[in-house]
């Protein structure tokens, strides 16, 4: 007899949690980009920080955490924010919503120490969800490297977020899409990915 399928976590999602709980968070200060909804603190390995905020829109859609700095990331950043910059900032879950990923990575940029680092995950394929009025981008890997790499970030890790199974490599061949030959096995089976970043 088969195991029930856990439907109460999606594959993109366990991924993520599975990411979080390998990770060793030690530093003086953190922020939590979108963290109102499930903050990382309680979700990584180990959490060794001294000032830990979270940063969420003035009306998150849903809240487990409270909200220590009240703004849109896709809205330059206000001159009345001073805010020192962060050794650790976390973006997860977040950036299907940005609409202005140039300004918003610029920003995370300001929020960001000289060689500290941004973990942030990018959705590549990834069904409109809710709130769906607020659902708006998808990114290739080389998308969100360039928004990076121009906002003053750097490149070191990529986590892949897989499929399960051959389908989304079967649909491909399908319906005669071509992926470029210098694409890697995982971008056929992509379904977003996390990506480490050192603030430059």
């Not at 180990?46 to 998150?60: A, G």
């Not at 069904?127 to 906002?151: F, S, W």
Request: hydrophobic fraction near 40%; aromatic fraction near 10%; include cysteine.
């Amino acid at each position: 007899m088969q195991a029930a399928m856990d439907t109460s976590m999606s594959t993109y999602r366990k991924q993520l949690e599975e990411w979080l709980k390998k990770l060793d968070v030690k530093a003086e200060r953190v922020l939590d980009v979108g963290g109102a909804q499930l903050p990382v603190d309680g979700r990584v390995n180990s959490f060794d920080v001294q000032d830990y905020l979270i940063l969420d829109l003035p009306q998150p859609h849903e809240m487990k955490g409270s909200v220590d700095l009240k703004w849109d990331i896709n809205i330059p950043l206000p001159a009345d924010l001073q805010v020192q910059p962060f050794d650790t900032v976390f973006c997860l879950e977040v950036m299907e919503y940005i609409w202005n990923p140039v300004v918003a990575l610029a920003n995370l940029a300001a929020l960001t120490h000289p060689g500290g680092r941004l973990y942030i995950s990018f959705p590549y394929f990834y069904p409109p969800h809710e709130p769906y009025e607020q659902d708006a981008l998808r990114y290739t890997l080389r998308g969100a490297m360039k928004i990076l790499t121009v906002t003053g970030f750097e490149l070191e890790l990529v986590d892949w977020r897989l499929s399960e199974g051959d389908d989304m490599a079967s649909a491909i061949r399908r319906n005669g899409l071509r992926l470029s030959r210098k694409a890697s096995v995982n971008e056929h089976r992509a379904l977003g990915f996390i990506i480490t970043a050192k603030r430059i």
